[in-house]
């Protein structure tokens, strides 16, 4: 293991829920909570004030209602979030070649490999001023861990939180970890906790104590070694910059069981579409098709068929998940559907069957198909489906000028109009069907000046390009939210049933009343003391170095 502490972690503090604070100037200090609305919805991320009521990450968005019912409940924005993170990526990269994202707000970095850092007091520096470039580069704060292996810094970017650094020193690893709960470590959960503790395990030192065997028979052969390595403060995993992808899949979780079996088979069709969206997106393709069923007992089936050659033709991996729906009994409801695509590659292989069928009957692949063969008639048009207002996203007004969604509801939506970098503005109510309310982009976090321009290195992607009077036209229509990303096969639920994608209905809640009334109430304030900049999120911290 290394002997200067110059793997750093950087973990954003309440990273969704601080960046609504920061663009809206009336929740600065108050409780904000990030997630599904839906009566299924379940909380993506909950602001530290919010947190003084026990409101948590996972939980069910019924019982963080119950608990902070003055919260201010709001539909994530992911695009503003990946415009963000793109900006503290970029950031990163600028210390080191070594980074290894872990999420849209979570990352590793390697001083060392960066020549950024060689010692204690060089790794302190660099944190310090990372910490302060993210602050003037998007008016959030993150917290620091600084150390000698992976999972160390990650228990002193823990300790660091909110707004702070902490610096491990090697030799103090064991002393550190010996008093901690056996929970520190990474990889142990509730079950396996649960486990150590009925035979009388609760902290890492009883840890190091029962011995490699004893912990083998305990866990299993790989669990309880690379345990006994762990609580020995043993680490020699690297910081990886590229993680290859293994999956891309997205998955929804509805509102009322779905009974009717024509509704599910739509359900998985739009959900093939949306996967093969983000499989091009990514230039990928796939070959193992997977079908994820909860139904109304919490029970979750699985199915998956493999494929002769990788494909990313949405009517390919549609035809095999309706193939995979056939075995699965779904008569007593469905609560969850999801589909997935495995065995990545970077190029496809066409469907030469249905090639060759279409050349023995005389017909040309679609592809081939000559442009001035006549289209098929069109279908009736459709009445224009009634628009959506979800709360906390963006909008313009024709005389207002830009705004937020507090909620709608019953034909009217209350928009309340400030900017990032405005006091806490006016509230208004309209017709939802108002021509002069348009949804809009969101705002960069933080007012730019011409010079400022070359300050600080810009992230990937058009982050770098924003200016103060255009927000970030990033990722998929504000007004659905946005798809999140599944890359390198993170899992982006959050518990069994969560609820924070783009395709759910805003749930308004007891709140709603007439319309007129906001679906975001005055934000419920809390006994955490909320010092903060203008334009910025986050609480005060400071630099600690952790000692035994």
Known sequence: MRTAPTILHLDMDAFFASAE???KPSLRGKAVVVGGL???GVVATASYEARVFGVNSAMPMAQARRRAPNAAYLVPRFGLYREVSEQVMGLLKALSPLVEPLSLDEAFVDLEAGGTAWDDASARLAGAKLRADIRAVTGLTGSVGLAASKMLAKIASEQAKPDGLVLIEPGTERALLGPMPVRTLPGVGPATGDHLRRAGITTVEELAEAGEDELVRLLGNAHGHALFAMALAHDERPVVAERETKSV????????DIHDRVRVELEVQRLADRCVRRLRRAGLSGRTIVLKVRRYDFSTLTRSETLRGPTDDPGVVWEAAARLLEGVDTTGGVRLLGVGVSGLA???????????QAAAVGEPAAEERSADEPAEEAAPE?????RRWPSGHDVRHAEFGHGWVQGSGLGRVTVRFETPWSDPGRVRTFRTDDPQLEPADPLPLVERRPEDAD?????????????????????PDPRTGGELETGRDLDTSAGPDRDVGPDRDVGLGPDAGAGAEPAVREAQVSSVPASRPKSRSGGGGGDATSRP
Do not use: H, K, M
């Open 21 to 23: 604070q920061a663009s």
């Open 38 to 40: 839906g009566p299924r």
């Open 249 to 256: 899949s997205v998955e929804d979780t509805y509102d009322v």
């Open 346 to 356: 970077d190029y496809t292989q066409e469907d030469l069957f249905a090639q060759a």
């Open 382 to 386: 459709t009445p224009p489906a009634e």
């Open 455 to 475: 300050a600080f290195p810009a992230g990937p992607g058009p982050s770098g390009s924003q200016t103060a009077t255009q927000g970030p036209c990033v990722g």
